[in-house]
């Protein structure tokens, strides 16, 4: 069994993480947490699992030379999604201009973009005969758009060589800006993601360069755009039960159609405190209020869950016209 942490110093202190970042912890009540050191429960540890399939598409990305989030961000679920055939593309480099607070991914300066990257997706696409894509990406901050232009590209050659694959895409909020939202909303991918990551209170410390508002806002003008919008929220950073339920309410009042909710696992000391392990049965109550009470297409909530697991079984529980896409596509 693989407890599925990164490798860290154990002589590190457990809160090993910046005087800033500790401080926007503490003005957010958040305390110390939990040591990186202590053991994880039995339903976070993850079975280690190489299949043929996992295998090969390992060996096709590697020999495009592209970047997945599965690998990049250190999901628990690689071993999961990519024996099932599915994998989540990461564009527009693996550098980040952001420092989310909870993410492991590369934070030095950006390189420049790949102009035959979208081309070398659509091919791997192609020979790992995926029926569902997810596609994402690292804040690009530095770039004029956001980096939008590619998601478009990326949209339009996956389709050209796979006409019959869904896409999700999972963006960053482009800094709020209209129109490198509208390039996006204009490829018409079959689901727009965007993740509102945690609750409102907890915000500014989990991930100052990004917003609340600005991340709903993102979401109801994906809606108003005829799209089928989805959002996650990562749990086990210092909210309370309430407050996720609230988040869950304000993705539904913006119309939301999928959330996905998941157990935080501190990728290493200098990153903020995992405060606790939500246990199985709160995810099932997360689930049970957000699609009866609040109104939502389709919840996907346990502790190992993130935002592109399950993928494509969740478009299935979406409107009518997707739901039939996803259907009807080759298995």
Known sequence: MADF????????????ISPRQRARLRKAGVGDGLGIEERKPAWMRVKLETGPDYLRLKKVARGLNLNTVCEEAGCPNIFDCWND??????INGTRCTRACG??????RRPEPLDSDEPARIAQAIS???????????VARDDLADGGAAAFAATIE????????????VLISDCRGETGSLDTIFAARPDVLNHNLETVARLQRAVRPSAGYARSLAVLARAKSAELVTKSSLIVGMGESFDEVVGAMAD?????????????????SPGHIPVSRWWAPDEFERL???????????????????????HAKQAAAATPVKLRSRVEGVRH
């Open 157 to 168: 050659a996956i389709r050209s060589q796979n006409p019959d694959t869904l896409v999700e």
């Open 102 to 107: 909870f993410c492991q991914v590369d934070t």
């Open 5 to 16: 942490t990164q490798q860290h110093d154990p002589a590190a202190k457990p809160t090993d």
């Open 127 to 137: 020979e790992m005969t995926l029926d569902y894509a997810v596609i994402t990406t």
């Open 251 to 267: 993705l539904a009042a913006v119309g939301t159609d999928i959330v996905t909710v998941g157990q935080y696992l501190r990728p």
């Open 287 to 309: 689930k049970q209020i957000g699609e009866d009470e609040l109104g939502l297409s389709h919840v996907e909530a346990s502790p190992l869950t993130r935002s592109s697991f």
């Open 85 to 90: 055939g599915t994998a989540t593309f990461m």
